[in-house]
């Protein structure tokens, strides 16, 4: 079955350091989402990417699409206090009614 | 608009017992779906409904089980409790599921204990 899997599991960081998440997925995907969830909290959205090769950023994060969709990342310029949390990423295949499957996530923590 | 909202909170329950949990997803959304998340094993995905219909299932064992109402609001039920079923669960809605592209919302979720 298909497998979405996510490394590093655990990234402790320098404030102001970059940050990068990969997630790798077993099958061709037809989109992938990264959700983000602080502690003690539950995963919110980030971004959704569908294009092959596609590139989209959000201030200081940016999101890429491998070109056979089959890998994404998401890097962190310059972290803050405020991007401690855990960065999920899911993708689903290209299936009429195929589910969303979660990489395991990383964690991200930083020292002031 | 109202976010999703799960219910309860928090369950504390024995082995052996069984347990109904609640969600309500965003007004208009049909689509509700379920994930566990426990520490060792990230969030697995246990099924989703859509218009009262489940499009797509996990691989939990049959004690897992769900139903979507006609309003969109959703129950997963877990018989015979383990130890193992022991974690948070996550409901999440999206405006249309299954094929479509879209964001999830995620509930607060339901922190489960069995002891």
């Known amino acids: 079955g298909q497998q979405v899997m996510q490394i590093p599991q655990y990234q402790h960081v320098q404030e102001g350091e970059d940050f990068t998440t990969y997630c790798n997925s077993s099958?061709?995907?037809?989109?992938i989402q990264w959700y983000k969830q602080r502690p003690g909290g539950h995963p919110v959205f980030l971004i959704q990417?569908?294009?092959?090769?596609e590139v989209k950023k959000q201030k200081r994060l940016t999101f890429q699409f491998g070109e056979a969709k089959k890998n994404s990342s998401l890097h962190i310029t310059a972290t803050q206090t405020t991007d401690v949390g855990t960065y999920f990423c899911?993708?689903?295949?290209?299936?009429?009614?195929?589910?969303?499957?979660f990489g395991s996530g990383t964690r991200l923590s930083i020292r002031p | 608009k109202a976010g999703v909202t799960q219910t309860p909170r928090y369950l504390i329950k024995t082995r052996g017992q069984q347990v109904t949990l609640s969600c309500s997803p965003i007004s208009g959304h049909r689509s509700v779906s379920w994930y566990q998340q426990t520490p060792g094993q990230g969030l697995q995905f246990l099924f989703e409904?859509?218009?009262?219909?489940?499009?797509n299932k996990g691989n939990f064992p049959g004690r897992f089980s769900g139903r979507q109402f006609s309003n969109s609001r959703s129950e997963m039920n877990v018989s015979t409790l383990e130890l193992g079923d022991s974690a948070l669960y996550l409901c999440?809605?999206?405006?249309?599921?299954?094929?479509?592209?879209?964001?999830?919302?995620f509930g607060p979720g339901t922190r489960l204990t069995v002891l």
């Open positions: 999440a809605s999206q405006s249309a599921g299954g094929s479509d592209l879209g964001e999830q919302f």
């Open positions: 899911a993708g689903k295949e290209y299936s009429s009614a195929s589910k969303i499957i």
């Open positions: 409904y859509f218009s009262e219909t489940q499009r």
């Open positions: 099958t061709t995907l037809s989109n």
């Open positions: 990417l569908v294009k092959s090769g």
